[in-house]
């Protein structure tokens, strides 16, 4: 089937400006997880949604970053007033049900801000 | 702090010379350990989750193992298409509780020469 699907592929931007991430998870599944790995720091978790609850945003590195999940599917990761450090590949999985169930990642959202 | 350490960084092998990764953990309560695989410009790749200490499992030449601090990724005879990032991970609670984050090791990159 098809797995977790992320657009755009590739964005550049300029620094200051907002923007949009987004991530289709697999079909049916209920947890949906952010990452952002860039170079030199691996890959770090930004945040969780599972169902209805609230989702864990504990890894959010500052205002400036937010997510939603509507219906309790498609999520949109925005940054907004990117910055330079925020360049760096975000991903995103699913997994069927609650941690610790396996995560599926998506080929990722490569972020260039200049 | 929980923390999963990698090691060795980088290995470079010969095709058909086997040789085994490292993936160390400090984790309060394990919940799993789950291993990757990551190629250039893509997402990880879901290989193995391990959930008790002495757990095995295989995929093709590629053989995972768990001990209470370690688990180890075996590769026997590999090939040049073995190459890649090896990523392993674990769960650990977010600040509601949950175990949806996951701690990334740094992982090892493997080259595999024909």
């Known amino acids: 089937g098809a797995g977790v699907s992320q657009s755009p592929s590739n964005k550049v931007t300029e620094k200051g400006k907002d923007v949009e991430l987004r991530c289709d998870p697999i079909s049916g599944h209920t947890a949906l997880y952010w990452y952002r790995q860039s170079l030199g720091q691996g890959l770090e978790f930004l945040i969780y949604f599972q169902g209805n609850s609230a989702p864990d945003k504990s890894g959010l590195p500052s205002d400036r970053f937010s997510a939603e999940r509507t219906g309790g599917s498609v999520s949109t990761l925005t940054i907004q007033r990117t910055q330079q450090e925020d360049s760096a590949v975000y991903l995103c999985?699913?997994?069927?049900?609650?941690?610790?169930?396996?995560?599926?990642f998506g080929p990722g959202t490569r972020l260039t801000v200049l | 702090e929980d923390q999963v350490t990698q090691s060795p960084e980088a290995l470079r092998l010969q095709e058909g010379e086997s040789s085994s990764l490292n993936c160390s953990y400090t984790?309060?309560?394990?919940?799993?350990l789950f291993w990757y695989r990551q190629d250039p410009g893509k997402g990880p790749e879901f290989l193995f989750t391990l959930y008790s200490a002495g757990e095995e499992k295989e995929k093709e030449r590629l053989k995972a193992t768990l001990t209470k601090k370690e688990s180890f990724l075996h590769i026997t005879a590999p090939k040049p298409e073995d190459s890649a990032t090896y990523l392993c991970a674990v769960p650990t609670p977010g600040r509601s509780g949950n175990t949806g984050k996951l701690i990334f090791g740094q992982g090892t990159t493997l080259q595999v020469k024909p």
């Open positions: 999985a699913s997994s069927p049900s609650s941690p610790p169930d396996t995560q599926y």
């Open positions: 984790v309060s309560g394990l919940r799993g």
